[in-house]
């Protein structure tokens, strides 16, 4: 009996606290606030044909009346080249050469109207760098160009005004005017080139960026809004690196329809993608792995999936992986294994694939269907720091670890000097 009376005190017992817990709410999910990035993460992806690529551009700069900067709209300043940036104006010497910079795959971002403020603060950052003769990152050089003897200075306008200094463009129509602000600026530009009788071949135009950042795309989208042309001008892919040498000149407007261009139209250059020689932030790398700026398999997919979580759930985009994962965490294991088996993607014997579910995690986000974020933090402030960063970036891996060690021996001295005061 008493025995009886233990059992039934103890199903007493458990059916008060299953009911206990019950009527008490599951604790709030809390993300991580922010992601550990492994010092051991690869942070230079600068390749031989990317060297050769910046060297082929300095010939063809000469005959250049507008370069038109590609950076991928989720990682605004993570995307951001400097090096090739100064490398171009140092080979553009005098010649004042007008620059768009055009901020491509905005539809994979946050969309309207969350992804206003990103867009404010880069307008306000571009305009004020358009207005500066101090920076190397300005719209135009700012010295007046010399052409067959005669000075003449193109700061950034046509006859129809300011040419934009920054341009945001996606697919689907709701980002359609980009590409039409993007044409008008070009044949705004164009018409003002014809009426100074400075190219008898017309205008010639460069595409540049990062590897991946969408230059080849843009290049074929332009072609087709301009001469209606169906067919790809530039080959595209999915993986960077597709576009390995300088393109030939594609034309883009034509003066048949309109006679106020130059003789014989614009034209626009494809060109390979330039990575950076390093990178110094390594969760910038992760970034820019994340959106495909460099080749798949440099770092590890499960870190890259893990730091996707960490960003879908920072943003509190947790439901757009309910489907994968019923509950909210911060276990990127859980989370893959979750999805492994609700997506079937198992090995022999049922065992979860880990790193093909984290490479198809990984390809959901860049097709913009788990979350669309901006993964940079995009400010005035952060932008303003970047423009610093930007001024005297490393330009290779032994230049950075050499400036490291430089900063550590300042830092240890000044522990020492601040010692022997408090001595």
Known sequence: MSSIKNA???????ATSAAANAATPAPAFVPRARFEVSSDITRSYFLGHHQAAVARMSKVLSNIGLIIECRDFRVPISSWNPILEHKLQSLGGH????????????????????????????????????????????????????????????RGKADGGEIPSALFLGKGESNASGDRA??????????????????????????????????SSLLNRLRHRGVKANTKAASTGAQP???????????ILSNEADEDLPDRGV??????????????????????????????????????????????????????????????????????????RRTGKLLPGGVPAIDAIAEYVISLYRRGELGKLVLDDVNDETLRRARIASLNPPTSLN???KAEKERRSIASKERYRAGLKGS
């Open 95 to 154: 010649q004042a050469i007008p620059r768009i910079v055009v901020y491509t795959k905005r539809d994979l971002g946050p969309g309207r109207p969350r992804d206003l403020p990103i867009v404010d603060a880069l307008r306000r950052f571009h305009g004020a760098e358009s207005s500066s003769v101090d920076t190397p990152g300005g719209f135009v050089a700012r010295e007046p160009a010399v052409d067959g003897g005669r000075e003449r200075s193109r």
């Open 8 to 14: 039934a005190a103890s199903s007493l017992a458990k």
């Open 182 to 215: 993007l044409m008008s600026a070009i044949r705004a530009l164009a018409k003002s080139d014809a009426s100074h009788s400075s190219h008898l071949l017309g205008l010639r135009a460069i595409v540049i960026g990062m590897p991946n950042a969408g230059k």
């Open 241 to 251: 690196g597709i576009t390995r040498k300088l393109g030939t000149p594609v034309r």
């Open 267 to 340: 034209f626009v250059m494809d060109t390979p993608g330039v990575f950076v020689p390093y990178v110094g932030d390594p969760e910038s790398m992760l970034k820019l792995a994340l959106v495909n700026c460099v080749r798949d398999g440099l770092v590890n997919p499960v870190t890259l999936a893990d730091y996707l979580l960490y960003h879908l759930n920072l943003r509190g985009q947790t439901k757009a992986y309910e489907w994968l994962c019923a509950t909210p965490t911060n276990d990127v294991n859980v989370f893959l294994e979750s999805a492994a």
């Open 399 to 401: 230049q950075a670890r």
